[in-house]
């Protein structure tokens, strides 16, 4: 949140530059009942400079700015007690272990005070990344991370990380898993969603069966990227795929192991179904929705990123008189979709997870 008092002149400039569209300062400053009715960005950024605004009002503003950093990144991975550890109370085991990491200064983190409500532990943390060049004024650069454990059961929570970068995120991961070491007997363990652990039908049922999930207030209008790729064959097929590589695929697909594809309609595309017919599986997708109680409309990226996954808010559309324009949304209503889409995810792994071991269970016992 902004502290300090910020100029109008500088509020001025974003929005004459358009770094901030002139629309959406009209929408929001509308909803605190403040109605301009300038109809071009100099004009209203000549309004807006008689206007004194609080700290409050300029963060809500400055998150409006068109910019990468202004679009939530979130790496969800889940954890819950290891047996003989049901009388633990697993936030209070998070809040404790985030104490006492916090007075030791692990790795030169910074970790604020955990905040406890509810089913919910909250953590801010930071750390100092050091940035290549020789000028000593910016060679250091504060980097935030938020994490959020929220309760799914009394014996396993959910970890929400929110970070700028992949980077980030496994700066938060080292110290999780520094808590929840099993040599020092931690009552805690990590359970990755690791799409890995799919057979390679089920990590394109993985992303179909979330195309096909409803959300309340958002409405699939299409798939907009996604990746494709080869398969990997066993161990004792690698000499046989080497020498019948060629055999292996046809056409277009011929030498290629991974294909990135943007553009609309993706899932249907002729290209991807040709290669999940020939062995290739799905490693993420991006799905475009449309808000259904509000004018606007936002694209959401889906994948594993190592063991862990990653729901990310890649681009975002506000409505203005029946066109659409990039707009971050604010915080809380990306802080909602992406939560919505963990939870979906979440439950889709575990169901996928749970479908493979039967499959499993039913060939161990069929007759030799």
């Not at 949140?1 to 100029?7: L, R």
């Not at 938020?146 to 496994?170: F, T, W």
Request: proline fraction near 2%; hydrophobic fraction near 35%.
């Amino acid at each position: 949140m902004i502290t300090e008092y910020t100029d109008c002149a500088e509020l001025m400039r974003l929005i004459t530059d358009q770094k901030i569209k002139p629309a959406a300062i009209k929408r929001y400053l509308g909803k605190q009942g403040i109605i301009f009715t300038a109809t071009n960005a100099q004009a209203l950024a000549n309004d807006m400079y008689t206007i004194f605004l609080g700290g409050q009002e300029m963060t809500s503003i400055t998150q409006m700015i068109v910019s990468e950093g202004n679009y939530e990144k979130s790496t969800l991975v889940n954890a819950r007690l290891r047996e003989h550890s049901d009388s633990t109370d697993i936030l209070d085991f998070f809040a404790d272990k985030f104490n006492a990491y916090r007075s030791s200064n692990f790795r030169g983190y910074v970790i604020e005070q955990p905040i406890k409500s509810g089913s919910e532990l909250i953590v801010n943390m930071s750390y100092k990344r050091k940035l290549p060049g020789k000028n000593k004024l910016i060679q250091d650069e504060t980097r935030y991370i938020h994490i959020a454990i929220r309760k799914n059961r009394e014996s396993e929570v959910s970890i929400d990380i929110r970070q700028p970068s992949s980077y980030d995120a496994q700066k938060a991961l080292e110290l999780l898993q520094a808590m929840t070491d099993s040599s020092e007997e931690s009552e805690v363990s990590l359970a990755h969603i690791n799409l890995e652990l799919l057979t390679d039908k089920n990590k394109v049922g993985f992303y179909d069966r979330l195309s096909a999930h409803g959300f309340r207030d958002w409405r699939l209008k299409t798939v907009v990227g996604i990746t494709v790729k080869k398969a990997t064959s066993s161990e004792d097929d690698i000499e046989e795929e080497d020498s019948e590589n060629d055999e292996s695929t046809s056409g277009t697909l011929a030498g290629i192991s991974q294909a990135v594809l943007n553009g609309s309609g993706l899932r249907s595309n002729e290209f991807v179904q040709n290669s999940i017919q020939q062995g290739y599986y799905i490693s993420s997708m991006k799905y475009r929705y449309v808000c259904t109680q509000e004018a606007g409309e936002f694209v959401v990226a889906i994948n594993s990123k190592g063991e862990n996954l990653r729901v990310d808010i890649e681009k975002s559309f506000s409505d203005d008189d029946g066109k659409l324009y990039v707009q971050p949304f604010p915080k809380e209503l990306q802080d909602e979709i992406i939560r919505a889409f963990q939870k979906a995810a979440n439950t889709i792994f575990y169901s996928l997870i749970e479908e493979q071991k039967q499959v499993s269970v039913n060939n161990a016992a069929l007759p030799g």
